[in-house]
């Protein structure tokens, strides 16, 4: 599976904005969808995930303020980001991890957060 992510930018300090991350196929088979990020300097970092069961995990540092979805009808997982923080700020990347398989990553999309 091949997958694009997008939706990043500019926003203000408690802006929002919604990540999209499309697959190049069906992901009704996928077993867990996830959203990572790196800042400039920094490892990568998970940020959220999602599984085949709809059920959801969060970082820490996002709890309450993203949330992970996916529609498996359009065969894309989002990530809807509120209450941004300058902190936030980072090159946001989408995964895709078939048990058994190793994980598939997509391009990132740049999410800037400042004032």
């Known amino acids: 599976v091949q997958l694009q992510a997008s939706g990043g930018g500019l926003v203000q300090p408690g802006g929002s904005l919604r990540l999209s991350c499309a697959a190049s196929r069906s992901i009704f088979s996928i077993n867990v969808m996830g959203w990572y990020r790196q800042a400039p300097g920094t490892q990568r970092e998970w940020v959220a995930q999602?599984?085949?069961?709809?059920?959801?995990h969060y970082a820490d540092s996002v709890k309450g303020r993203f949330t992970i979805s996916r529609d498996n009808a359009k065969n894309t997982v989002f990530l809807q980001m509120n209450s941004l923080k300058p902190e936030d700020t980072a090159v946001y990347y989408c995964?895709?991890?078939?048990?058994?398989?190793?994980?598939?990553w997509g391009q990132g999309t740049l999410v800037t957060v400042s004032s």
């Open positions: 999602i599984t085949d069961s709809d059920i959801t």
């Open positions: 995964n895709s991890v078939v048990y058994g398989r190793a994980p598939t």
